[in-house]
């Protein structure tokens, strides 16, 4: 097709990200735009052109649909996705895919039966950088992973959905489910998984604001993670990242930048010398929003690295660590 027509479902911040990086591609066109929120889905309105509606149902009655994008709260994954696949229509939908396991499961059963192209908003595959620590990670022998999501996004309105464990599952699933996604995008699958978790300063929320997770890779690596949301608002200098320890070498992954840390031979003083080197490296990416585009408009997903069935397993390592963090036992995952 030369024009893929998209209606969003959810119009929030998210979602603008996305509509942004739209407007510049000559391929796709945003005719739809539905949100609860009146004003929130007329700004959208006006910054696309689409057209406004206020129930997503009579959104997806629209006979000129190519593809739609779903931006959610965490809680409201389940309905608005079988919906889109009854409509046959190719979804991208925003991380993580679901609350709970069986409303993903039930998804991803209908995504299979339908045999739709599916995207889930896991930007960090999409990087150059991450492009970079995959070829560089390909066929080493790594040891350990340390992952960090240090930020300060809790110090929020304590009644907000996303402060509220039933309705978000919290940092741990709601926002470091990006790092755990890198994490198996970079080592490969997670076997099984510990945690503590408690709240230190945020007590006006019912969300943990630390997590200490422990992982066994499949391989057999091992790895860990920490994440904090009640760390200063304005630092996001500690959010996504990575040390990988593999051979000699570590590995430091920083959003845009691989910094790679490894022996060198070096001629000093006419005499070589091994010495411990950094050099850094950071390289353009593809764009999520036009890997998807160019997905429904080829009808061929194979560029998509992160499709629904995919993200389920994040989601599954996600919501065992949280479970790990509550029963203070080993979740194994399958």
């Given at each position: 097709?030369?024009?893929?027509?998209i209606?969003f479902?959810?119009?929030?911040?998210?979602?603008?990200?996305?509509?942004r990086?739209?407007s510049?591609?000559?391929?796709?066109?945003?005719?739809?735009?539905?949100?609860?929120?009146e004003?929130?889905?007329?700004?959208a309105?006006?910054?696309?052109g689409?057209e406004?509606y206020t129930?997503?149902?009579?959104m997806?009655?629209?006979?000129?649909l190519?593809?739609?994008?779903?931006s959610l709260?965490?809680?409201?994954?389940?309905?608005?996705?079988?919906?889109?696949?009854?409509?046959?229509?190719?979804?991208?939908?925003?991380k993580?895919?679901a609350?709970?396991?069986?409303?993903?499961?039930?998804?991803e059963?209908?995504?299979?039966?339908?045999g739709?192209?599916?995207?889930?908003?896991?930007?960090?595959?999409?990087l150059?950088?991450t492009?970079?620590a995959?070829?560089?990670?390909a066929?080493?022998?790594?040891?350990?992973?340390?992952g960090?999501?240090?930020?300060?996004?809790?110090?929020?309105?304590?009644?907000?959905?996303?402060?509220?464990?039933e309705?978000?599952?919290?940092?741990?699933?709601e926002?470091?489910t990006?790092?755990?996604d890198l994490?198996r995008f970079?080592?490969?699958?997670?076997?099984?998984?510990?945690?503590?978790q408690?709240?230190?300063q945020?007590?006006?929320?019912?969300?943990?604001?630390v997590?200490?997770?422990?992982?066994?890779?499949?391989?057999?690596?091992?790895?860990?993670?920490?994440?904090?949301?009640?760390?200063?608002?304005?630092?996001?200098?500690?959010?996504?990242i990575?040390?990988?320890?593999y051979?000699?070498?570590?590995?430091?992954?920083?959003?845009?930048t691989?910094?790679?840390?490894?022996?060198?031979?070096?001629l000093e003083?006419?005499?070589?010398?091994?010495?411990m080197?950094?050099?850094?490296?950071?390289?353009?990416g593809?764009n999520?929003d036009?890997?998807?585009v160019?997905?429904?408009?080829?009808?061929?997903?194979?560029?998509?690295?992160?499709d629904?069935?995919?993200?389920?397993?994040?989601?599954?390592?996600c919501?065992?660590?949280?479970?790990a963090?509550?029963?203070?036992?080993?979740?194994q995952?399958?």
């Amino acid at each position: 097709m030369d024009e893929v027509k998209i209606g969003f479902i959810g119009c929030g911040g998210n979602a603008k990200g996305h509509m942004r990086r739209l407007s510049d591609i000559a391929a796709a066109r945003i005719v739809a735009v539905c949100d609860l929120d009146e004003a929130r889905v007329g700004a959208a309105a006006v910054e696309t052109g689409g057209e406004i509606y206020t129930d997503f149902n009579r959104m997806l009655e629209r006979d000129d649909l190519d593809a739609a994008y779903l931006s959610l709260p965490v809680f409201a994954h389940g309905a608005p996705e079988l919906a889109v696949i009854e409509r046959g229509l190719p979804f991208l939908v925003e991380k993580p895919v679901a609350r709970h396991m069986d409303t993903a499961l039930e998804i991803e059963a209908a995504v299979q039966q339908a045999g739709l192209i599916t995207c889930v908003g896991y930007q960090l595959r999409y990087l150059g950088s991450t492009d970079i620590a995959r070829n560089e990670l390909a066929g080493k022998t790594v040891t350990l992973v340390e992952g960090r999501y240090w930020c300060g996004s809790g110090r929020g309105d304590p009644q907000r959905w996303t402060f509220q464990m039933e309705k978000s599952g919290g940092q741990l699933l709601e926002q470091a489910t990006h790092t755990i996604d890198l994490m198996r995008f970079l080592l490969g699958e997670i076997k099984e998984v510990s945690a503590r978790q408690t709240s230190r300063q945020l007590h006006q929320i019912d969300c943990p604001d630390v997590h200490c997770v422990s992982f066994e890779f499949a391989s057999g690596a091992l790895g860990s993670l920490t994440t904090t949301w009640a760390a200063d608002p304005l630092d996001w200098s500690n959010s996504n990242i990575l040390h990988v320890l593999y051979d000699q070498s570590m590995l430091h992954l920083a959003r845009d930048t691989v910094a790679i840390t490894e022996r060198a031979e070096v001629l000093e003083d006419g005499e070589t010398q091994s010495q411990m080197q950094t050099r850094s490296q950071t390289a353009p990416g593809p764009n999520i929003d036009q890997v998807f585009v160019e997905a429904v408009r080829q009808r061929d997903g194979a560029a998509i690295r992160s499709d629904y069935s995919d993200a389920v397993k994040t989601l599954a390592v996600c919501l065992g660590a949280l479970e790990a963090g509550q029963s203070r036992q080993t979740v194994q995952l399958h």
